[in-house]
């Protein structure tokens, strides 16, 4: 399946309250800061670019798809442009159906994992990741109800 289906198929499964699995790192809070099928945390100083990503209260991200090399590691500096609390997540279809659950449960919790970020309005916020494997991977606000209006956006990793 490719990752706009299981994109869309995570869309219904939030929106019904779909069931979630627990285990992967970087998918709880708190959760061990290791490699995951979605690539690992990465050194700011090993950065080989630097993307800035905007978001705001139309429930996007701009720029919202990315290509990337197999073992680029990547500086992302998120801005929130927006009155209201935003979050970038990065991850794969469980590990985002996984945090769209537990910010339901706690909308408002901190973020601890290397692959999310929480930002207030007017602020910005930084997240490194090394994309260490091909694939199509997401990004996601998954405070409740943005990620659902359309606050989403894909990685292609080759």
């Known amino acids: 399946m490719r990752w706009g289906t299981t994109l869309g198929a995570a869309a219904i499964a939030i929106a019904s309250g779909g069931a979630c699995a627990h ?13 995951t099928t979605f690539g690992r945390p990465g050194s700011p100083a090993q950065a080989t670019r630097s993307v800035d990503i905007s978001m705001s209260d139309s429930m996007r991200f701009a720029p919202a798809r990315f290509t990337f090399r197999e073992g680029e590691t990547v500086r992302f500096v998120v801005h929130n442009r927006g009155v209201v609390d935003h979050e970038l997540v990065i991850g794969n279809e469980r590990t985002l159906l996984e945090h769209a659950k537990a910010m339901r449960d706690s909308p408002d919790m901190d973020h601890v994992d290397a692959n999310m970020v929480r930002v207030k309005p007017g602020a910005q916020g930084e997240i490194t990741w090394t994309f260490d494997r091909p694939g199509h991977f997401g990004i996601a606000c998954l405070v409740p109800g943005h990620y659902e209006a359309g606050m989403k956006g894909l990685v292609v990793v080759r």
């Open 23 to 35: 285990g992967e790192a970087a998918s709880g809070h708190g959760a061990a800061h290791e490699t």
